[in-house]
Each structure stands twice: as structure tokens, then as C-alpha cells.
């Protein structure tokens, strides 16, 4: 018997290569999801609430983002 959670994760698929050896990395905060495939992570919330993956962003890509933005400040 599964539970949801089981569910949900095992459908995740890196968004970049469609690798599905992602593994999870669990905080109180939230928690993330690296691909061992491409080295690259995401946030588990996007990868949830998006659901084309084209549209998720990394997390390297998240801070870039900030970052820029925050410079043109
Ligand atoms: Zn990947």
C-alpha cells in the first residue's frame, strides 16, 4: 500500500534530462531534489505545482534570477 507521498515522488523526472534518479534533500523548510544525472536541483514545491517542465527553473537558476534582480535595484 502506498501512501501519496510515495506517489508524488516517485513520478518526479529531472526537468532538464527526464532522469528519474533525483535525489530528495529534506529541510523544515522545504526540500529539494538533485539529479544525479545532471547535477542539477530543484525545489520539490515546483516540481509539484508546475506542471510543464520547460517552466521549472533550478535552483542555481532561482538565485541567478534574485541576484539580477536585486542588482538592478
Ligand atoms: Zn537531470
Redesign the pocket.
Known amino acids: 500500500m502506498k501512501n501519496l507521498k510515495d506517489f508524488r515522488f516517485e513520478k518526479f523526472a ?1 526537468p ?2 527526464k ?1 528519474k534518479k533525483m535525489i530528495r534533500f529534506a529541510w523544515e523548510s522545504g526540500a529539494e531534489l538533485e ?1 544525479t ?2 547535477g ?1 536541483r530543484f525545489d520539490e514545491e515546483d516540481l509539484i505545482s508546475i506542471d510543464d517542465p520547460s517552466n521549472i527553473l533550478s535552483v542555481k537558476e532561482k538565485l541567478a534570477f534574485i541576484h539580477a534582480f536585486k542588482e538592478d535595484e
Request: hydrophobic letters at 0%; charged letters at 40%; glycine letters at 0%.
Open positions: 529531472c532538464r534530462c532522469s539529479c544525472e545532471c542539477e
